[in-house]
């Protein structure tokens, strides 16, 4: 096959290289290297020989010592990240030493920076035809976000994250560049090192209760923290994101979405050792108000309560009132302490670093705490002259505890329990659930207090990351690099239904244990050319690489229900247990390359292919190639004269990226049924033997100018991806076709953008400097088709609350809302019924208009400092995008909002009857009074359309830092600084409900999900760190 | 130098890796893609007979079984006016058991069989498919069925009812043919693994494809086809006692799946309370004189011991105040009875029929009354009767339950009454006493037999009510305009979201889609 014939090419072309040059005498090249501005020394600058693999780093005083260097006219070239690299030349005597100074001038984000790229290459930024952005680690660590995911919110132009919740350890989900897709994953790929990072959420598809659709939570009354947060923030050394497929392409299929390329810290000569830490307080403040006049609806029949409705008379005058919420919430409360030691043998050849970090967070919510410890090490060698070898390993544990969420978790018990009773006295006198209603313990809402004391969520998580990596340079004109990674972790999921809860009751209690293997293994071979000059003024540099992956999960579930005793927390407690396991492979086989030619330094025009070969798609159709083109023109260089006023590159790119499906895609299967008597029938999932992979097809242009010697830089993209024969999961058809889901090819979405970063440093004194950076994000993405024109597509976990659900259909938004809304007639006038007054409902899913994506949002990052002293903070505004505030609705259904007080005016619903007259140039305007209070469909029916909340809008101050960094030498230390800090502090916004950026569903579910449904979700609390850091 | 080329070499080769095994890890290993015919059967068997009961929750309303006491729109105010909740599944069970749970498994079980000339399974197997059609037309009237089961379609059109009915007879006949063979691979043992219901005992399959036949034939009963004779002649050959009942049992060993639909457990029921009107047909209000001794082993009195029921006019338990309301089907008040013994089909391994020799009696009575042999229809329906009496005895015993069985002495003061055996057998004594034989469990049937009857139609001899007693709600849901249910929508997730050309083609997306007559109820 075709892969056969590329790797002889690659074996040929491997084989074909010419010998080395003879033999010849060496030298030794001594020297220091210092920061221009500064003159401070510099550490872990490369020296190189040009057309040789010789090298060295600099130490922690900035000198270098490279030996072995081959006598002759040499250049000299230095590559540090930051700094613009220098080549000079040199002339390196048969025996004896040559010494060669630097001084190395830093670039902010200018063309001469070196930057990281797919393949964690290193390329300088004007050679780049597509759209990337760097985040320095030490930002991310110092946003002080357990989850590093949450840091990158509004420091990328195009990055968007999403936390499911305010619980510590809730999961995060990130997009690039808007959704693309309907049903699958839209998250970007997670590279450290060079190797992809596992960085799912665990789906509650694996849970044994899944199976029974009385007992699933469908990702919605559950959340696990999406993986990517195992990895130390701490630990990054840079974070680049590769925007979109041009930038990314190398990746392959997986990378459809972007990639997020991490590399991590490295030791370095003098490095010590360095102690940081962080203490944190977190509050949360939102609560919605609720009515205090009406009481619960009583029945005229049964004693007691039989529902918490509050439909009900006046609270008699003089009724106690608890502040139920108020007491609910405790104080959260963070430490965060790290370690390392790093260093580097004198001559630079060995480097290590060693890193051990501890977080632990206790949330604001009772019964929620995320803990994590970190372990890492690092080294680096130079073995031979040609040799390098770099390995690295980190492990991680953490431990989370979480509570259940939506309509079965406390903030919505917490919200409907009678005001006038004390929901802190959540027990009777014989220590069972004390019940208020008569509708039994398996119907009535639990009590808040009950609930996160009595049920549990609980996940660990050991997890080792090891990368091994070879760089072979027997070559002069290039070099062989292997990198074999292992990303192996155990998630060990404890889920508690409390035989008195709602949700255990049904089943006299019911615990689930899962266990969730995941052993992922990746190599990745590169070969790489260095640049080969072609004539005077155009040089060829390239690569061709192969990467092959591994990726196995399984999960072991157990669950055990009807509880002997009710408060032994063991499935050995349990009467019957059913099990289940899942096991999922996929394995990717890609070969690529890539070629640049540079025309003077001015003109770089860079082409890739990359064919893949996947496990998920059938046989014949499991082969793709997809190719990607893009330049880069600095046309200030091209014309210099534009030089004197400013620099400036121009870039275009193009890139084809196919995407397969997942696994077991295509063949349906039997299930063993646990209905009577067992035996095998199918899945819900019919076959697709025509499954192909999808192809997304995107070009992006883009300038990156620079004014006042780059004190004043914009970088601007736009691009215009479609997606064609997307695979479309989980999608419906007829039960006629004798099952019930296909995973289809045939959608298609088209993705447009601007993405506009302005950076700034309007002062720049000895003193005090102020430097800005803005980045713009407007993103669009619409349904161009579906399979078999089928009307709609939807996720059904997403169909979480009332009859509205992330549904899309072609013309609309990838992020659209579709429900059961009013009935209108062609003026666009709420159809009511003639008989009571009532406005009409659609019986099926429809349209109108609402759009989950926002206009545009703003990310502004300011940094002042003054001599010692520097402030920075991070504003997020968004404008536009809809939000569902289920949690609105729902408390106006049971009667509790402030909007259900005026239940005793009459009043008609604007609209006209459904008299056959409604479409006619005269309708029938209603003139029907209702009387709320008395009519109480006028809540109960009322459309969920009417709480999604059109163009919500905020403002945000996501971090503000204030530190100090202290005198050198202060108490022995080097490099001590400490800080106050406070996250998510302030939000001013038009949205009513609690807090805008919600998901109703968890990071696991894929498509646009339940991003912007707002149903019993708690919001971030706001925070305050405070710490210091420092070095000996 | 040399190591510089090995080191090259020995890269290269890994880069040449072969691939074609190596992708091939994508057959699912935590399920088969296909299994021994036998191993199809239990699932198919199972959703046979606990299917009709799930979509029995809404259709118990229309023929008022049972109505909710839950006090949210549905089921009461939807179904319980003889509506439909818009934009729901329910009353839809049936449409996914035909065309997916039997669908695509039952076609590859049939296949199989037939190749390995397994004829007592293949056997089973068509008469499994007839039974999905004739469940689905009974209730949805138009289905699809010439090109169902095809997974290259995304559009299917509606058959109509009458074509239905052909298909169902062509498959009974096959299917009698074949369950009579004893050639080929016919194995008892071998159908038994997948047979939990006869222990693979094909004779007994045999009795259920007449009994099926005959039930179908007598739906006729308004049509100038309708031929009486037929039908008793199908009956005769079908069971001849109780202990030829089709019934399967719950092993109670998987939580919920294979519990009783109807036991405590399940939790479907407990807001659900016995109508008025199943009260009056056995508190001796409706057959003066005779109160039935079934009534306490079937129905719930309240905490005072009297036998009430709701009114389905009323919301909730309506007038009936705490202490007077109904206790639930499994004889607790309010949501009792967790844990506990329940009674009748209400308990968690009482066994569910799919089709009784009582059932068949009074299909007979009937057949026989039309065509005018009253000692037939007498002795038939008295069987019905007393069989019926035996069949409530043998389901309060099912999880040794052990409430006071109904004696001989009871049950022969009972027949012995004339409100009850008369000297003159009508329609409305046949067609009443049927309902109560088929209360609780044979929803399909029992809406059938009173569409048939037009729900309100008056006994010609007697001028009774055939229901006696039966009164459709006052209020009937909105969009009914006026108009009785006679079908349920398709169902709508399968459907009105996927197949709209095919549903409009049959009108089936008008609001009062469901009071549109069924071809099979029409003279």
């Known amino acids: ?1032 | 130098m040399k190591t510089r080329y090995a080191a090259i070499l020995v890269a290269s080769l890994s880069l040449s890796y072969g691939c074609s095994d190596y992708l091939d890890v994508n057959t699912n290993p935590n399920a088969p893609q296909t299994v021994t015919a036998n191993l199809y059967l239990p699932p198919m068997l199972h959703w046979m007979v606990t299917s009709p009961q799930y979509d029995g929750r809404f259709v118990g309303h229309y023929t008022q079984e049972w109505y909710s006491t839950s006090t949210a729109v549905s089921p009461e105010l939807t179904w319980g006016r003889m509506g439909y909740d818009p934009g729901s599944d329910n009353g839809a069970m049936q449409w996914r058991d035909v065309y997916w749970s039997l669908g695509q498994g039952l076609i590859d079980m049939n296949t199989k069989a037939q190749a390995e000339q397994r004829w007592d399974l293949l056997g089973v197997g068509l008469l499994l498919k007839a039974w999905g059609w004739q469940v689905l037309t009974d209730l949805h009237g138009e289905i699809i069925v010439k090109e169902a089961i095809d997974q290259s379609r995304t559009a299917f059109d509606y058959d109509t009812q009458e074509y239905a009915y052909q298909e169902i007879s062509r498959l009974l006949d096959s299917a009698i043919v074949l369950l009579q063979k004893t050639d080929g691979a016919v194995n008892q043992a071998y159908l038994a693994k997948g047979d939990h219901i006869y222990n693979g005992d094909r004779t007994k399959w045999l009795k259920v494809a007449y009994g099926m036949r005959a039930m179908m034939l007598n739906h006729y009963s308004n049509k100038a086809a309708y031929d009486p004779a037929a039908v008793i002649a199908d009956v005769d050959r079908s069971f001849a006692s109780n202990a030829d009942d089709a019934l399967l049992t719950y092993p109670n060993a998987n939580p919920f799946d294979d519990y009783n639909f109807w036991g405590r457990s399940r939790n479907n029921i407990t807001l659900y309370r016995q109508t008025q009107f199943i009260v009056n047909l056995m508190n001796g209000t409706q057959f003066p004189g005779a109160p039935d001794p079934r009534i306490s082993r079937m129905l719930s009195p309240a905490p005072d011991g009297v036998y009430r029921g709701l009114d389905p006019n009323l919301t909730g338990f309506g007038a009936l105040a705490t202490g007077v309301q109904p206790n639930n089907f499994f004889g607790y008040a309010g949501t009792g009875g967790l844990g506990l013994p329940g009674r009748y089909l209400f308990d968690d391994k009482a066994k569910i029929p799919l089709m009784t020799y009582s059932q068949l009696q009074f299909i007979k009575a009937e057949a026989a009354l039309r065509m005018g042999d009253q000692a037939t229809a007498l002795a038939a329906y008295t069987n019905g009767i007393s069989s019926h009496i035996d069949f409530v005895n043998a389901r309060n015993l099912d999880n040794n339950q052990s409430p006071p069985q109904i004696t001989a002495t009871e049950k022969a003061n009972f027949l012995a009454s004339p409100s009850i055996v008369p000297a003159t057998l009508t329609l409305s004594h046949i067609m009443s006493q049927k309902y109560i034989a088929q209360w609780a469990w044979g929803h399909n049937e029992l809406w059938m037999d009173m569409r048939r009857y037009h729900y309100t139609d008056v006994d010609p001899v007697s001028g009774t009510e055939i229901f006696r007693g039966f009164t459709a709600p006052t209020t009937l849901y909105g969009a009914n305009g006026g108009q009785l249910v006679q079908r349920i929508r398709p169902r709508y997730n399968s459907e009105y979201v996927w197949n709209v050309a095919g549903l409009n083609a049959i009108g089936g997306l008008a609001a009062d889609y469901h009071t549109k007559p069924l071809w099979i109820t029409l003279p």
Not at chain 1, 822 to 845: K, V
């Open chain 1, 1 to 1032: 096959m075709a892969l056969g014939r590329v790797m002889r090419f690659l074996a040929l072309t491997l084989l074909a290289c010419p010998a080395l040059a003879a033999g010849q005498g060496t030298g030794i090249i001594r020297g220091r290297i210092s920061d221009a501005a500064t003159g401070a020394p510099l550490a872990g600058v490369s020296v190189r020989v040009d057309g040789t693999t010789i090298g060295a780093l600099t130490n922690s005083d900035g000198t270098y010592t490279i030996t072995g260097a081959p006598a002759g006219s040499r250049v000299l070239s230095t590559r540090r990240l930051g700094y613009a690299p220098q080549r000079v030349a040199i002339t390196v005597p048969e025996t004896g030493g040559a010494t060669q100074d630097f001084a190395l001038g830093r670039v902010a984000t200018s063309l001469d920076e070196v930057v990281v790229t797919a393949l964690g290459q290193t390329a300088q930024q004007r050679s780049l035809g597509t759209a990337q952005q760097t985040v320095q680690g030490i930002t991310i660590a110092e946003t002080q976000r357990e989850n590093f995911v949450n840091a990158l919110q509004g420091r990328i132009a195009g990055v968007d994250v999403t936390s499911t919740s305010g619980i510590p350890g809730a999961s995060s989900s990130i997009t690039i560049r808007g959704i693309s897709s309907i049903s699958s994953s839209n998250q970007p790929l997670m590279i450290i090192d060079g190797l992809p990072m596992d960085n799912r959420t665990m789906n509650t598809g694996v849970l044994a209760s899944d199976n029974n659709s009385t007992q699933a939570f469908s990702n919605r009354g559950v959340d696990f923290t999406n993986r990517a947060s195992d990895l130390n923030p701490e630990d990054i050394e840079t974070l680049t994101v590769l925007k979109g497929p041009e930038a990314a392409a190398l990746y392959g299929i997986d990378a459809a979405s972007g990639a997020i390329v991490i590399t991590t810290k490295r030791g370095k000569a003098g490095g010590g050792l360095q102690y940081s830490n962080s203490f944190r307080i977190e509050k949360t403040g939102a609560k919605p108000e609720l009515q205090k006049v009406y009481g619960p609806t009583v029945s005229t029949t049964a004693a007691g309560l039989t529902s918490f409705s509050y439909f009900g008379v006046p609270y008699a005058p003089g009724t106690v009132f608890y502040d139920n919420v108020d007491g609910f919430f405790r104080t959260g409360s963070a430490q965060t302490h790290n370690l390392s030691f790093s260093g580097a043998t004198t001559d630079g050849r060995i480097n290590y670093r060693l890193a051990s970090s501890s977080d632990k967070t206790v949330g604001v919510v009772p019964s929620t705490d995320y803990s994590r410890i970190n372990l890492t090490g690092a080294s680096q060698a130079q073995v031979t002259s040609w040799l390098n070898t770099d390995v690295s390993m980190a492990y991680t544990y953490d431990n989370n505890d979480q509570v259940y969420k939506g309509d079965i978790g406390p903030l919505i018990g917490l919200l409907l329990w009678p005001q006038n009773d004390n929901a802190k006295n959540y027990l009777t006198a014989a220590g069972t659930r004390r019940l208020l209603t008569t509708l039994g313990a398996g119907t009535e809402q639990d009590n808040p207090y009950f609930n996160i004391a009595k049920n549990k969520i609980n996940a660990k998580t050991n997890r080792i990351m090891a990368n091994v990596g070879l760089t072979f340079t027997p070559i002069s004109w290039g070099n062989l690099k292997t990198n074999i990674g292992v990303d192996n972790y155990t998630n060990t999921n404890l889920i508690l239904r409390n035989p008195d809860s709602q949700v255990g009751n049904a089943f006299n209690g019911m615990l689930e244990l899962a266990d969730v293997l995941t052993r992922n293994i990746n190599v990745q071979t590169l070969l790489n050319f260095n640049s080969h000059q072609l004539s005077k003024s155009l040089s060829i540099s390239g690569l061709v690489g192969n990467a092959i992956s591994d990726y196995r999960t399984g999960a072991d579930a157990l669950k055990g229900q009807d509880f002997l005793d009710p408060n032994f927390v063991s499935i050995n407690n349990t009467n019957q247990r059913t099990s289940k396991t899942t096991l999922e492979q996929r394995r990717l086989i890609g070969a690529f390359a890539q070629a640049q030619l540079d025309f003077k330094d001015y003109l770089y025009i860079t082409g890739t292919g990359r064919n893949d070969w996947t496990s998920t798609i059938p046989k014949g159709a499991n082969s793709f190639f997809y190719p990607g083109i893009n330049s880069s023109f600095i046309f200030s260089d091209a014309f210099p004269g534009i030089r004197r006023f400013m620099t400036g590159k121009l870039r275009a790119g193009y890139a084809a990226v196919g995407k397969d499906a997942r696994p077991y895609a295509y063949r349906p299967s039997l299930q063993y049924k646990t209905t009577s008597n067992g035996g095998y029938g199918y899945d819900f999932y019919g076959p697709n033997l025509a499954l192909k992979p999808e192809f997304k097809k995107s070009f992006e242009y883009g300038t990156e100018l620079g004014f006042l010697n780059d004190r004043l830089g914009l970088d601007a993209t736009i691009y215009r991806s479609t997606t064609r024969d997307q695979i479309v999961n989980d999608i419906r058809g007829s039960y006629a076709t004798g099952f019930v889901l296909f995973n289809l090819n045939g959608a298609s979405t088209r993705n447009t953008g601007l993405e506009l970063t302005l950076r700034g440093t309007p002062v720049l004194r000895n003193a005090f400097s102020w430097d800005f950076q803005m980045n713009f994000d407007r993103a669009r993405g619409k349904v161009l088709s579906l399979p078999h024109a089928l009307p709609e597509s939807y996720v059904s976990d997403t169909w979480l609350y009332g009859n509205v659900r992330n549904g899309t259909a072609p013309g609309l938004s990838t992020m659209s809302l579709t429900g059961m809304y009013y009935l209108r007639n062609n003026a666009g006038a709420i159809l009511i019924d003639p008989s009571n007054g009532i406005p009409l409902r659609s019986s099926i899913f429809i349209d109108r208009g609402y759009d989950r994506q926002p206009n545009y949002t703003i990310g502004l990052t300011n940094t002042f400092k003054h001599n010692r002293l520097s402030l920075d903070f991070l504003l997020d505004f968004r404008r536009g995008g809809d939000v569902f505030d289920a949690t609105d609705h729902y408390l106006t259904t049971h009667g509790l909002t402030m909007s259900t007080l005026n239940r005793n005016d009459p009043l008609v619903i604007p609209g006209v009857l459904k008299d056959g007259k409604e479409n006619s140039a005269t309708p029938t305007v209603n003139n029907i009074v209702i009387v709320p209070a008395v009519q109480t469909a006028y809540y109960t029916n009322m459309s969920e359309e009417l709480f999604i909340q059109k163009n919500v809008n905020w403002v945000r101050l996501r971090d503000i830092q204030l530190s100090y960094a202290l005198p050198e030498g202060f108490l022995g230390t080097k490099n001590a600084s400490a800080f106050v800090k406070g996250t998510d502090l302030f939000l001013r916004t038009n949205y009513r409900g609690l807090d805008p950026i919600v998901n109703g569903n968890s990071a696991a579910v894929g498509g646009s999900g339940g991003t912007g449904i707002d149903f019993g979700n708690f919001p971030m609390p706001r925070g305050f760190n405070f710490g210091f850091r420092m070095g000996l």
